[in-house]
Nanobody, 115 residues
Framework: QVQVVASGGGEVQAGGSLRLSCAAS????????MGWYRQAGGKQRELVAR???????NYADSVKGRFTISRDNAKNTVFLQMNSLKTNDNAVYYC?????????WGQGTQVTVSS
């Protein structure tokens, strides 16, 4: 049974940094894609960053130049380094792992940026 566990959220002042981690376990297969999504109050969930097994990366325009996604393929783990955080980044962040054409979601982790 695949489990996806995210960690690393918290509270930080504007301009600060946080690093999120997400690990998928319970599968012998490497994840085709791993990504981070976020959902702010009253809004739809949106893509933040996504990385494929081959290394292709997509970022939301709003985080380009500030966030960096990376992964450890051997451990089916993905990271999101978030720098220069803004109050607009306030949201619950979710990790999504695509394994054998099926999407698995981790529990959300709250990121709070105060001004």
């Amino acid at each position: 049974q695949v489990q996806v566990v995210a960690s690393g959220g918290g509270e930080v002042q504007a301009g600060g940094s946080l690093r999120l981690s997400c690990a998928a376990s319970g599968s012998m297969f490497l994840a085709h894609a791993m990504g981070w999504y976020r959902q702010a109050g009253g809004k739809q969930r949106e893509l933040v960053a996504r990385i494929t097994l081959g290394g292709s990366i997509n970022y939301a325009d709003s985080v380009k130049g500030r966030f960096t996604i990376s992964r450890d393929n051997a451990k089916n783990t993905v990271f999101l380094q978030m720098n220069s955080l803004k109050t607009n980044d306030n949201a619950v962040y979710y990790c999504k792992v695509t394994l054998r054409n099926y999407d698995y979601w981790g529990q959300g982790t709250q990121v709070t940026v105060s001004s």
